[in-house]
């Protein structure tokens, strides 16, 4: 299954009766999200098979609205990755730039829309997997506060990071399904509802960024390549003839964002996929001694080696003796990042930096070294570490390569209504 866009290719019908804000509207969901009948797999063998008998609450939702849900999308294996490359089920092509990565981990859902296989399309970011793959195949994401949009129904990889989020080829697509998903939910403590201060999110996209004030992290622009930094800079530029100003910021902790990230969202992965052990879920295997053996042999097969390699790392950092070196130190310099984003956000009404330090990799360029896919989520990390809300809007081509880059603009706390004011002044 070379390529593939969707893991499962089959319709879910909505609400008949339905006269809702999706009525007739396609969306393509992301395979870590339960739909009831319908298998999903979380791009990996290890659920190949596991049938879900309930909806998330968003696909509720959706099927509420009356929009039709087309499929179910390819993801990086359990929402690790950056590429949509390490998917049990094979790689994504970018429909924006054949040959290249779409992005990841929602990869299959921004390639979705992108292709025009879905109108819109739900993923999630845990570190910038909406953000990353809206970037690289030129379409629009949204990563929502936490707390914004019920986490259940999402197989869980990072609890304390992870948010379900819309993708649209316009900002105010991307906005009106997140106006059908957010809410609270009885069945997930962690939401919450919001006021507006106008009707819909989807009615704050006018592009009215007069007055509007930008501050630039000096952090998150240095890193990028030449192209993508010019790109971002004709955006603002952009931005500012529309009656908008910006100044440059500093975020000095974001400099440590992505170590204290790998140690969280690790050691949140290594409790989380305790569960997959071959009694409830897991492929057969040969192995016929104690209960170890099987479990071992269970996730030898069923998981793939990022996910493996995370589950290592984070079992680790939580050992007897190392619990303090690595996992506290990690919450203290979370606590740090969100120090910084809040003093810089009360200089200026949103954030602005290139959503990606770079343009989307050649398929099979980062696999051989992890440590360069890490890196390159070195923008979007320290979002998740805030809590904070962020968008990626389609900035340009870069002039180096000619390949898709992404401007991500960051609010404070549900701020959301402010950021696709913002954001759709560059449509």
């Known amino acids: 299954m070379a390529d593939t866009i969707f893991i499962t290719d089959e319709r879910i019908d909505g609400d008949a009766d339905a006269d809702g804000p999706l009525t007739g509207r396609t969306v393509a969901i992301k395979d870590n999200i339960s739909t009831e009948g319908v298998r999903t797999t979380c791009g990996s063998a290890m659920l190949e098979d596991y049938v879900p008998p309930y909806d998330a609450t968003v696909v509720s939702r959706l099927k509420d609205a009356g929009a039709t849900i087309v499929g179910k999308t390819n993801m990086d294996?359990?929402?690790?990755?950056?590429?949509?490359?390490?998917?049990?089920?094979?790689?994504?092509?970018?429909?924006?730039?054949?040959?290249?990565?779409?992005?990841?981990?929602?990869?299959?859902?921004?390639?979705?829309?992108?292709?025009?296989?879905?109108?819109?399309?739900?993923?999630?970011?845990?570190?910038?997997?909406?953000?990353?793959?809206?970037?690289?195949?030129?379409?629009?994401?949204?990563?929502?506060?936490?707390?914004?949009?019920?986490?259940?129904?999402?197989?869980?990889?990072?609890?304390?990071?992870?948010?379900?989020?819309?993708?649209?080829?316009?900002?105010?697509?991307?906005?009106?399904?997140?106006?059908?998903?957010?809410?609270?939910?009885?069945?997930?403590?962690?939401?919450r509802a919001v006021e507006l201060d106008g009707e819909s999110y989807a009615d704050a996209a006018t592009g009215d960024v007069d007055g509007l004030t930008i501050g630039v992290p000096t952090e998150l622009v240095e890193g990028a390549d030449e192209g993508v930094v010019d790109t971002f800079w004709d955006a603002i530029a952009e931005l500012e003839a529309q009656g908008a100003e910006y100044h440059e910021v500093s975020l000095p902790s974001?400099?440590?964002?992505?170590?204290?990230?790998?140690?969280?969202?690790?050691?949140?992965?290594?409790?989380?996929?305790?569960?997959?052990?071959?009694?409830?879920?897991?492929?057969?295997?040969?192995?016929?001694?104690?209960?170890?053996?099987?479990?071992?042999?269970?996730?030898?097969?069923?998981?793939?080696?990022?996910?493996?390699?995370?589950?290592?790392?984070?079992?680790?950092?939580?050992?007897?003796?190392?619990?303090?070196?690595?996992?506290?130190?990690?919450?203290?310099?979370?606590?740090?990042?969100?120090?910084?984003?809040?003093?810089?956000?009360s200089e200026a009404d949103v954030l602005a930096s290139p959503t990606m330090p770079v343009t989307p990799f050649e398929q099979g360029e980062s696999l051989d070294d992890p440590l360069q896919m890490y890196l390159a989520d070195a923008n979007t990390v320290p979002v998740n570490l805030a809590d904070l809300p962020a968008i990626s809007v389609p900035a340009g081509e870069s002039d180096v390569d000619g390949l898709p880059v992404g401007l991500q603009l960051v609010g404070p706390s549900f701020g959301e209504e402010r950021l696709i004011r913002a954001a759709s002044a560059l449509e």
């Open 77 to 191: 294996e359990f929402g690790m990755g950056t590429t949509t490359e390490t998917s049990a089920f094979g790689p994504t092509d970018n429909p924006a730039a054949p040959g290249h990565v779409p992005g990841g981990s929602s990869g299959g859902s921004a390639a979705a829309v992108a292709a025009g296989e879905a109108e819109l399309a739900l993923g999630s970011d845990t570190g910038g997997s909406i953000r990353c793959p809206a970037a690289f195949c030129g379409v629009v994401g949204i990563k929502p506060t936490y707390g914004l949009v019920s986490r259940y129904g999402l197989v869980a990889y990072g609890n304390s990071l992870e948010q379900i989020g819309p993708f649209g080829e316009t900002v105010e697509d991307a906005a009106a399904l997140l106006d059908v998903i957010t809410g609270p939910d009885d069945r997930d403590a962690t939401t």
């Open 254 to 345: 974001v400099e440590h964002a992505v170590e204290a990230y790998y140690v969280i969202a690790m050691s949140e992965a290594s409790s989380n996929l305790a569960r997959f052990d071959g009694v409830r879920y897991g492929p057969a295997t040969d192995a016929d001694g104690n209960w170890n053996e099987t479990f071992a042999a269970v996730r030898k097969e069923g998981f793939g080696d990022e996910v493996k390699r995370r589950i290592l790392l984070g079992t680790y950092a939580l050992s007897a003796g190392y619990h303090d070196k690595y996992y506290k130190k990690a919450q203290d310099a979370r606590a740090w990042v969100k120090q910084d984003f809040d003093e810089a956000l």
